[in-house]
């Protein structure tokens, strides 16, 4: 069985420090994994996704993800948080077939 | 325009009324998906359909059905809702099967069962 766990509910930054939202993985394949961001009241977005090419995969709006196997982990980060950044983040598990699973999200909050 | 559309955006409707969210998409996409989003658990995959003669079960189908009308329109039903319904529904959509494919979200339907 596959699952994801975001290990924070709630991360507060202030703007222009490093953004970091952990997520770990439990998967019996070679998973593909995403990271959507969703904004109030709006869709959830593609942010990046690994596909078992480069373990360092880069975003949209400076984020990226390290893929690392033997931690089973898909960490987000960013060098400098911006205000815009304040959203909820999820990290999402695609084992196969297309069928996804959903961490429970993180809530990241950005003070001025 | 958006790709991916659902309507209506926000509904409220009372215990044991039928209720209909509806999903279209213009991105010529084969199969599309219904999540729910409740607080802290992510979403939850409800139906999906890789094509229109293929309607599949999710993890949460208990309480709800689905009607795939044509490639572009995917909708969901309640036939008779309940309070723990309450939640943010979701339509997505995504091309091919490698399950490297993005999915696509629409804006939402936020229902609330009284």
């Known amino acids: 069985a596959q699952s994801v766990t975001q290990l924070d509910s709630h991360v507060s930054v202030s703007e222009g420090t490093p953004v970091l939202l952990r997520c770990n993985y439990s998967?019996?394949?070679?998973?593909?994994l995403f990271w959507y961001v969703q904004h109030p009241n709006k869709g959830l977005q593609l942010l990046l996704k690994y596909t078992s090419a480069a373990t360092l995969v880069k975003g949209i709006n400076g984020f990226e993800a390290e893929f690392k196997k033997s931690e089973t982990s898909f960490h987000l980060t960013k060098p400098s948080a911006h205000m815009s950044d304040a959203a909820e983040y999820f990290c999402?598990?695609?084992?196969?077939?297309?069928?996804?699973?959903f961490g429970g999200g993180t809530r990241l909050m950005v003070k001025p | 325009d958006a790709d991916v559309t659902q309507t209506p955006r926000n509904r409220i409707t009372k215990t044991g009324k039928r209720i209909m969210l509806e999903c279209s998409q213009t991105k010529g996409h084969d199969r599309m998906y219904w999540y729910r989003q409740d607080p802290g658990l992510g979403l939850r995959l409800i139906y999906y359909?890789?094509?229109?003669?293929?309607?599949n079960k999710g993890e949460i189908s208990d309480g709800y059905s689905v009607s795939r009308q044509a490639q572009a329109k995917f909708s969901l039903s309640l036939e008779s809702a309940i309070p723990n319904q309450t939640a943010l529904y979701f339509c997505?959509?995504?091309?091919?099967?490698?399950?490297?494919?993005?999915?696509?979200f629409g804006p939402g339907t936020r229902l609330l069962v009284l």
């Open positions: 999402v598990l695609n084992n196969a077939g297309n069928m996804l699973t």
């Open positions: 997505a959509t995504s091309a091919g099967r490698s399950g490297q494919e993005t999915q696509y």
């Open positions: 998967s019996s394949y070679s998973p593909s």
């Open positions: 359909s890789f094509d229109v003669k293929d309607i």
